[in-house]
């Protein structure tokens, strides 16, 4: 009762904008030593009801090196000066060797890291796979019910097997290198299918004409591919977030596609969908935690690893076992 009791006090003061509780609610959330805490679940759902704010989950996509977190300190600070409160959460690939990550977005991100009307969360994905955290959804959450109105997304970056995203966020900007190769993804399905807004970066240089001819064929590419949920195709922008060019018609084409999706009704149909997506994912979290938490399971999966490693038994035939097991213990 008494961890209970903390953490509807947790829930005050993260309702109340403090931004050490909000991390403190994203920490708790995110451990894996809290999967069969109740409360913790509770904590998300009373967070989920009545946000502060009428928000906005924009989620921000690219390769690696296309300048991702440079443009959300640039965006951000737009934001902030436009009268809004952002929280990053900025998602960063966990080594498969060791399990960590760098977690190196916030130290990129220096002006927003010196607001007080910003919160800046990297969350190692812990091999989850889309290119977001395993508890980006119960993050955002927390962060609305804090009172920050504009959520970004930063994804790992790691191309077409990002779509996770799409079921998370409410636009999907995808950033673009002119003349890096980039633009031969215009005519990849994957992560093209789902950006509403492609911006290409880094256009400080010299090259003008470069930039110019690789928006041109992004234009081409999208307009071979179908329209949006929203009967839209995304836009090509281009800006530089070092420079400033571009980038107050990126923030206001942004803000323009969230106005017309709210007026349409898209984005709340947009958000139903996330939260049935939100419930297919909490059923197989929740199978996978009580799965990895059940001893015997454990024991039997730690004697059946040097079958299957030497091939005497089928990883199939392994998993079949396990789940039976699983079954039959629970």
Same mark, same amino acid.
Do not use: Y
């Given at each position: ?5 903390d953490?509807?006090?947790? #829930?005050?003061?993260?309702? $109340? =904008?403090?931004r050490?509780?909000?991390?403190? &609610? ?7 030593? +809290? ?61 498969t ?14 002006? @927003?890291? &010196? ?10 994905? =812990?091999? +989850? ?9 119960e ?26 995203? $799409? ?15 980039? *633009? #031969? ?10 950006? $509403?807004?492609?911006?290409i ?9 470069? +930039?110019?001819?690789? &928006? ?18 995304p ?14 018609? @990126? ?9 017309? $999706?709210?007026? *349409?009704?898209?984005?709340? +149909? ?8 939100? @419930? ?33 038994? *089928? ?9 039976? @097991?699983?079954?039959?213990a629970?």
């Amino acid at each position: 009762m008494a961890e209970k009791h903390d953490h509807a006090d947790l #829930l005050k003061r993260l309702r $109340d =904008g403090d931004r050490g509780a909000l991390a403190r &609610a994203i920490t708790l959330v995110e451990s894996r030593r +809290n999967a069969g805490d109740d409360s913790v679940r509770v904590l998300v759902d009373q967070a989920a009801r009545n946000p502060k704010a009428e928000s906005l989950r924009i989620g921000i996509t690219g390769s690696p090196g296309v300048g991702k977190s440079t443009l959300i300190d640039d965006l951000g600070m737009r934001l902030i000066a436009a009268g809004k409160r952002v929280a990053v959460l900025a998602i960063d690939p966990s080594s498969t060797h060791s399990g960590g990550s760098i977690l190196g977005d916030k130290t990129r991100m220096t002006q @927003l890291s &010196a607001e007080a009307d910003a919160f800046i969360r990297p969350s190692p994905t =812990g091999g +989850n796979l889309g290119g977001v955290a395993r508890r980006t959804r119960e993050a955002i959450i927390l962060c609305e019910a804090a009172g920050f109105d504009r959520i970004l997304v930063e994804t790992v970056g790691v191309g077409q097997s990002e779509a996770e995203v $799409d079921q998370l966020t409410d636009i999907i900007l995808l950033l673009m290198i002119g003349g890096a190769g980039d *633009s #031969l993804q215009g005519i990849k399905r994957g992560i093209m299918e789902s950006a $509403d807004i492609i911006a290409i970066t880094k256009t400080e240089g010299d090259d003008v004409r470069r +930039n110019e001819v690789a &928006a041109r064929d992004l234009r081409n590419a999208i307009a071979l591919l179908p329209q949006r949920s929203n009967g839209q195709r995304p836009p090509v922008l281009l800006c530089s977030a070092i420079t400033g060019h571009g980038m107050p018609e @990126l923030l206001t084409t942004l803000e323009a596609a969230a106005d017309r $999706d709210r007026t *349409s009704g898209h984005l709340e +149909n947009r958000r139903r969908d996330q939260r049935m997506h939100w @419930l297919d994912a909490a059923i197989t979290n929740a199978l996978l935690d009580g799965f990895q938490a059940q001893p015997e399971v454990q024991r039997e999966l730690e004697m059946l690893r040097p079958d299957v490693a030497t091939g005497a038994m *089928s990883p199939g035939e392994a998993a079949e076992k396990l789940v039976r @097991l699983f079954r039959t213990a629970s």
